[in-house]
């Protein structure tokens, strides 16, 4: 079963294009994959892990930055910290989409429009049947807003 989030994921800094997508820089990204494949790792595991050679200073840095934004839960093993995932990568995307919808809808109504139509138009084109269920969503959402407010 996959851990649930304990607490909120925090991201600050983003750079453009890539890295905006995923939320975390490469290094990180790589880090994350090594800790969720070996479910629990010390610095030592994590550097282990990496297809390339990167130097312990580095991943334990790494290590450190991905427990500060909430991404990484650690304990004290003796001297050493042992990290684990905050959340499953499927939560910690959602709650990347989350935060990032949450910050451009919250610039109100007419900037959100270009936002949801392009949504739309990006799902439209590459799954029909994804737009249905998108549509789906919508209708459901609507029916329990409505049974909601008061006549």
Known sequence: ??????RRILFWGFRPAEEVRHGLGTLERQVLDAVWRLGRASVR?????LDHAVAYTTVMTVLDRL???????RTRAGRAYVYSAAASSEQLQSSLVMGLLQRLLGRGRE????????LVDTVGARDRQL??????LVHEKRRALDRREPR
């Open 1 to 6: 079963m996959p851990p649930t989030m304990s």
């Open 45 to 49: 595991d994590a550097r282990a892990a």
């Open 67 to 73: 427990y500060k934004k909430g991404v990484l839960e």
């Open 111 to 118: 900037a959100a429009s270009p936002i949801l139509s392009h």
């Open 131 to 136: 737009l249905d269920e998108l549509d789906r």
